[in-house]
């Protein structure tokens, strides 16, 4: 039996250490998107199970978590995988009323049935960016999307040496593929084959195109692309459209600054069925096998669902794979817990002075009449021990993390001062206790 005292397999707990984390990645998700200019949505954690069956393809219909609703309609309802269908249900509902192009971003929590295992969980968070607009202005999403994206990758701190962007473009593959006599009905699911080649074993990969039906030279071109090369056909329609295109996304990859991280590479094509032209992934440069982020162009979803034609555009970053990424590459920052400003250690008697300074300290921060903020807020704590002897309470004041303390003994207490002392530096000065909060304002603004 599972031991129910443990959280869900593919599930996590945030302790203290491990939210401070998450906080530090949302908030440079949330940073980026403002930065660029995308205003954040969201939507309900669960949708009608059908929603995902319109164009979001077997595999994330195959890793559904769903349920009924009680009562006699017996409604049939899912958690969400992804929340690009959210967005497109969202967008198609309101088109015509939403300013273009639309900007949007979202940092919702997603499920998925899979076998929990590294990188890959049952609930995880994932950052989604996604533009869409009308065709013209459309040709510009794909590459500020891009550009957002690299921008985030920089700001968590990786090179190009350690994180790369490998692109690709499902009509250029489609057409590359017909050159092989490859039919449009079969092209859909040689997709879904390419997403999974590289982690499919030679014996195994045999057999998938024999099930495919792919002739000897056929299988060849698999291979081919298995090994990240995409062949030209002999009797090829546009031999020169590779090259082409591979201009053309060098252009505009230089463009916006991030051609230094980008490839061509022909084995992404994503799993997803309803990505159209453009599709990209982020690897770690070392290890290939496990994307941080994914997307690409959509241009029929929106309509599918009942909106007008709309270019759409955008990515998901996932927060497991990210935070594997920024331990192993040592970004991630040493102590993300928040630091307290000030900790008043008292060494009085009475607890009324402390817990006064505590209240004047954390509502400095308004004006006299509480109706305006005019400076920022301080974060002020102090210690929870019995202990009057203050060079334990000092101690437990620099472990805090704190910037300061304030000391209140009894002997200065009584000449109306207190000791304000650096706790980095150790030095320390008698200031007048009625001018405390000014004077840690002062400190802490140098
Ligand atoms: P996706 O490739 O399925 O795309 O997911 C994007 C990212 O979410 C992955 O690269 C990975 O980091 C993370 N992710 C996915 N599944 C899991 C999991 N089970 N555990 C942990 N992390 C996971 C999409 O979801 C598209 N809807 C993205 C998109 C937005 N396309 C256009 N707009």
Known sequence: MSNIFQPPPGTRDFYPEAMAIRRFIEDTWRRVSIRHGFVEVDGPTF???????????????????????????????????????????????????????????????????????KGRLREFIQWNVDMLADPVTGLRSTRECMALCIDAIREFGFTPKEVRLAWNNRHLMTAALQDYGFAESQIPGIFVLIDKIEKIENQDRQRLYAEHGLNDSQAVVLNEIAAGRLPRAENATNPERISQLLQEFQREAEEVGIAEFCDFDPRIVRGLAYYTGFVFEVFDAQQRNRAVAGGGQYDKLIELFGGPSLHAVGFGMGDVVLEILLRNKNKLP?????????????????????????????????????????????????????????????????????????????????????????????????IPAADIVEQIHAALSK
């Open 47 to 117: 949708e009608y199970l059908d929603l995902y069956k319109v164009k979001s393809g077997d595999e994330i219909v195959s890793q559904l978590f769903h349920f009924e609703s009680r009562g006699e309609d017996k409604t049939q309802f899912a958690l969400r995988p992804e929340f690009t269908p959210t967005l497109a249900r969202m967008v198609a509902a309101k088109a015509n009323a939403l300013p273009r192009p639309i900007k949007w971003f979202s940092i919702p929590r997603c499920y998925r049935a899979e076998r929990p295992q």
């Open 334 to 430: 040493a102590n993300l817990l928040p630091r307290p400003d000030v900790f008043v250690v008292s060494a009085l008697d009475d607890l009324f002075p402390a817990q006064t300074i505590l209240a004047e300290l954390r509502a400095s921060q308004w004006n006299k009449d509480h109706t305006e903020i005019i400076c920022p807020g301080l974060s002020a704590i102090t210690s929870y021990k019995a202990t009057k002897n203050i060079g334990k309470l000092v101690g437990e004041a620099s472990s805090s993390g704190a910037r300061f303390a304030i000391i209140l003994a009894p002997d200065e207490w009584s000449r109306g001062v207190v000791k304000l002392r650096d706790l980095a530096t150790r030095e320390e000065r008698e």
